[in-house]
């Protein structure tokens, strides 16, 4: 592991401001914040600060082309026409914005541009697809009536998204919300707000009608807060951490605003005795490395048949030792720095917590170098259930080994959390696989496989994780509202 200097690379930054209604203009307060380099815990520019009075133009901006802007009488297919040549753009220029993510964000650049980034087109790509195939259905009532229903647009979509995957999560929420026929007043998160900026950019490029998209950088309490009780904003779509939603569903109580949580998670990745131990341990590792741990569907309780435990950590610990952290630019680098310093510092008080809670640290467990927000890629084994690093979200490199005897009484433990996002099995055996994929309360469930996503495959929560799900058909019916029409004939 080393961690040298991160050499800051040329990137351009060309949009720095709020975009309202098709027009770049700074916050009307005049204020700015700074957006920071991880790996450098340098200044890379400085973005308008919105707050109430921008998202209320934005607001207002989104709601006038939902009404009576060009959006609302498109063709539908001519919206996904729209929504396919925003995807080729990026296309076009996913080098720059692979680079300007790793920038922001801190993540390899080999991981921005060969995974975030074209996970972030197919999204678009499918959603715009969507566009025109969007409709009811006809049903037969009692009587002499023709029934049908209508999908129509919910009307003005807040976003608001977090900084572990910026371009991704872009795609996330933009996607079925274009298709749809909704309009977009998007909060970047204030860590990271330069890709969505400058995709706010390509969608005005490519002809994406004025006020369709609105981008109001700023911060949660202030910007976030305004959106969820605007009046003029339909919905509210949030991905984050489970006590923001809980203000968010509070704070829109008064406009009952329709929301789509995506949250956290604690997911149980099993391995039992029969596995192919060499993909489980890979499986272990990318599950919960990947992204310097910053996922919110992270393998973070890895339990492991005792049987198998011995030789499962000590080809962890190998294939952990050869993970590099360092320069994001660098092309070998597979670890890059946690996005900012108040994830660093929750980070490293959940290893300290760990060590004093007498789990065995047996591999990484402190920064690496003195600058930027790096962590060591780190291991406790002989981890309890009830200690912190079992119980909490801790969002970064950090690997928790349970181990256990019985599968009655580890599903009871795997489910022993008040997270459902996802969970994993690894086993050879049929009906364990499927019993436990039917068992284990989570949205999203792998078998001797981790982080498999696809535009086409909803995601989401059960209990604190969240509620409604992304992605797929129910993606975007929770951009719809289902209309009844009933005529006597
Ligand atoms: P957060 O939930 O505070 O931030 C996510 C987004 O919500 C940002 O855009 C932020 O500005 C906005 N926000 C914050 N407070 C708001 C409010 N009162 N009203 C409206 N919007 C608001 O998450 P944060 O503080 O960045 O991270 C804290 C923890 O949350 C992490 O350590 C991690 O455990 C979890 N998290 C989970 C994510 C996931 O993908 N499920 C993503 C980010 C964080
Ligand atoms: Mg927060």
Known sequence: MSATLPAS??????????????EWVPAVSGKTFATINPATEQEIA????????DVDAAAKAAHKAFESGPWSTMDARDRGKLMFA????????????????????GKPLGDSRNVDLPLAIDCLRYYAGYADKIHGSTIPIR???????????????????PWNFPILMVAWKWGPALASGCTVVMKPAEQTPLTCLRLAQ???????????????????????????????VDKIAFTGEHRTAQIITRESADTLKRLTF???????????????????????????????GQCCCAGSRVFVEA???DEFVEKLQKRTAQRKVGNPFADDTDQGPQVDQAQFDKILSYIEKGKQEGADCVAGGERVGDKGYFVAPTIFDNVRDDMAIATDEIFGPVLSVLTFDDKEDMIRRANNTFYGLAAAVWTRDISVAHDFAARVRAGTIWVNC?????????????????????LGEEGLKAYTENKTVTIAL
């Open 307 to 309: 049987s198998r435990h």
């Open 262 to 292: 995506e949250l956290g998670g604690k997911s149980p990745n099993v391995i039992f005795a029969d596995a192919d131990m060499d993909a489980a341990v890979e499986g272990a590792y990318v599950g919960l490395f990947l992204n310097q």
């Open 202 to 232: 390509l969608a005005k490029e490519v002809g994406i009608p004025d006020g369709v998209i609105n981008v109001v950088p700023g911060y949660g309490p202030t910007a976030g807060s305004a959106l969820v009780k605007h009046p003029l």
């Open 143 to 161: 009587g002499n009536h023709l029934c049908y229903t209508r999908r129509e647009p919910v009307g003005v979509a807040g976003q608001i998204i």
């Open 9 to 22: 690379p040329e990137v351009k930054i060309t949009e720095t401001e709020c975009f309202i209604g098709g």
């Open 46 to 53: 400085q973005i308008a600060e919105g707050d109430q009075a």
């Open 86 to 105: 925003l995807a080729q753009r990026m296309e076009d220029e996913i080098d720059d914005l692979a680079r300007l993510e790793t920038l922001d964000n």
């Open 450 to 470: 981790y982080d498999v996503f696809d535009a086409a495959a909803p995601f989401g929560g059960f209990k604190m994780s969240g509620y409604g799900r992304e």
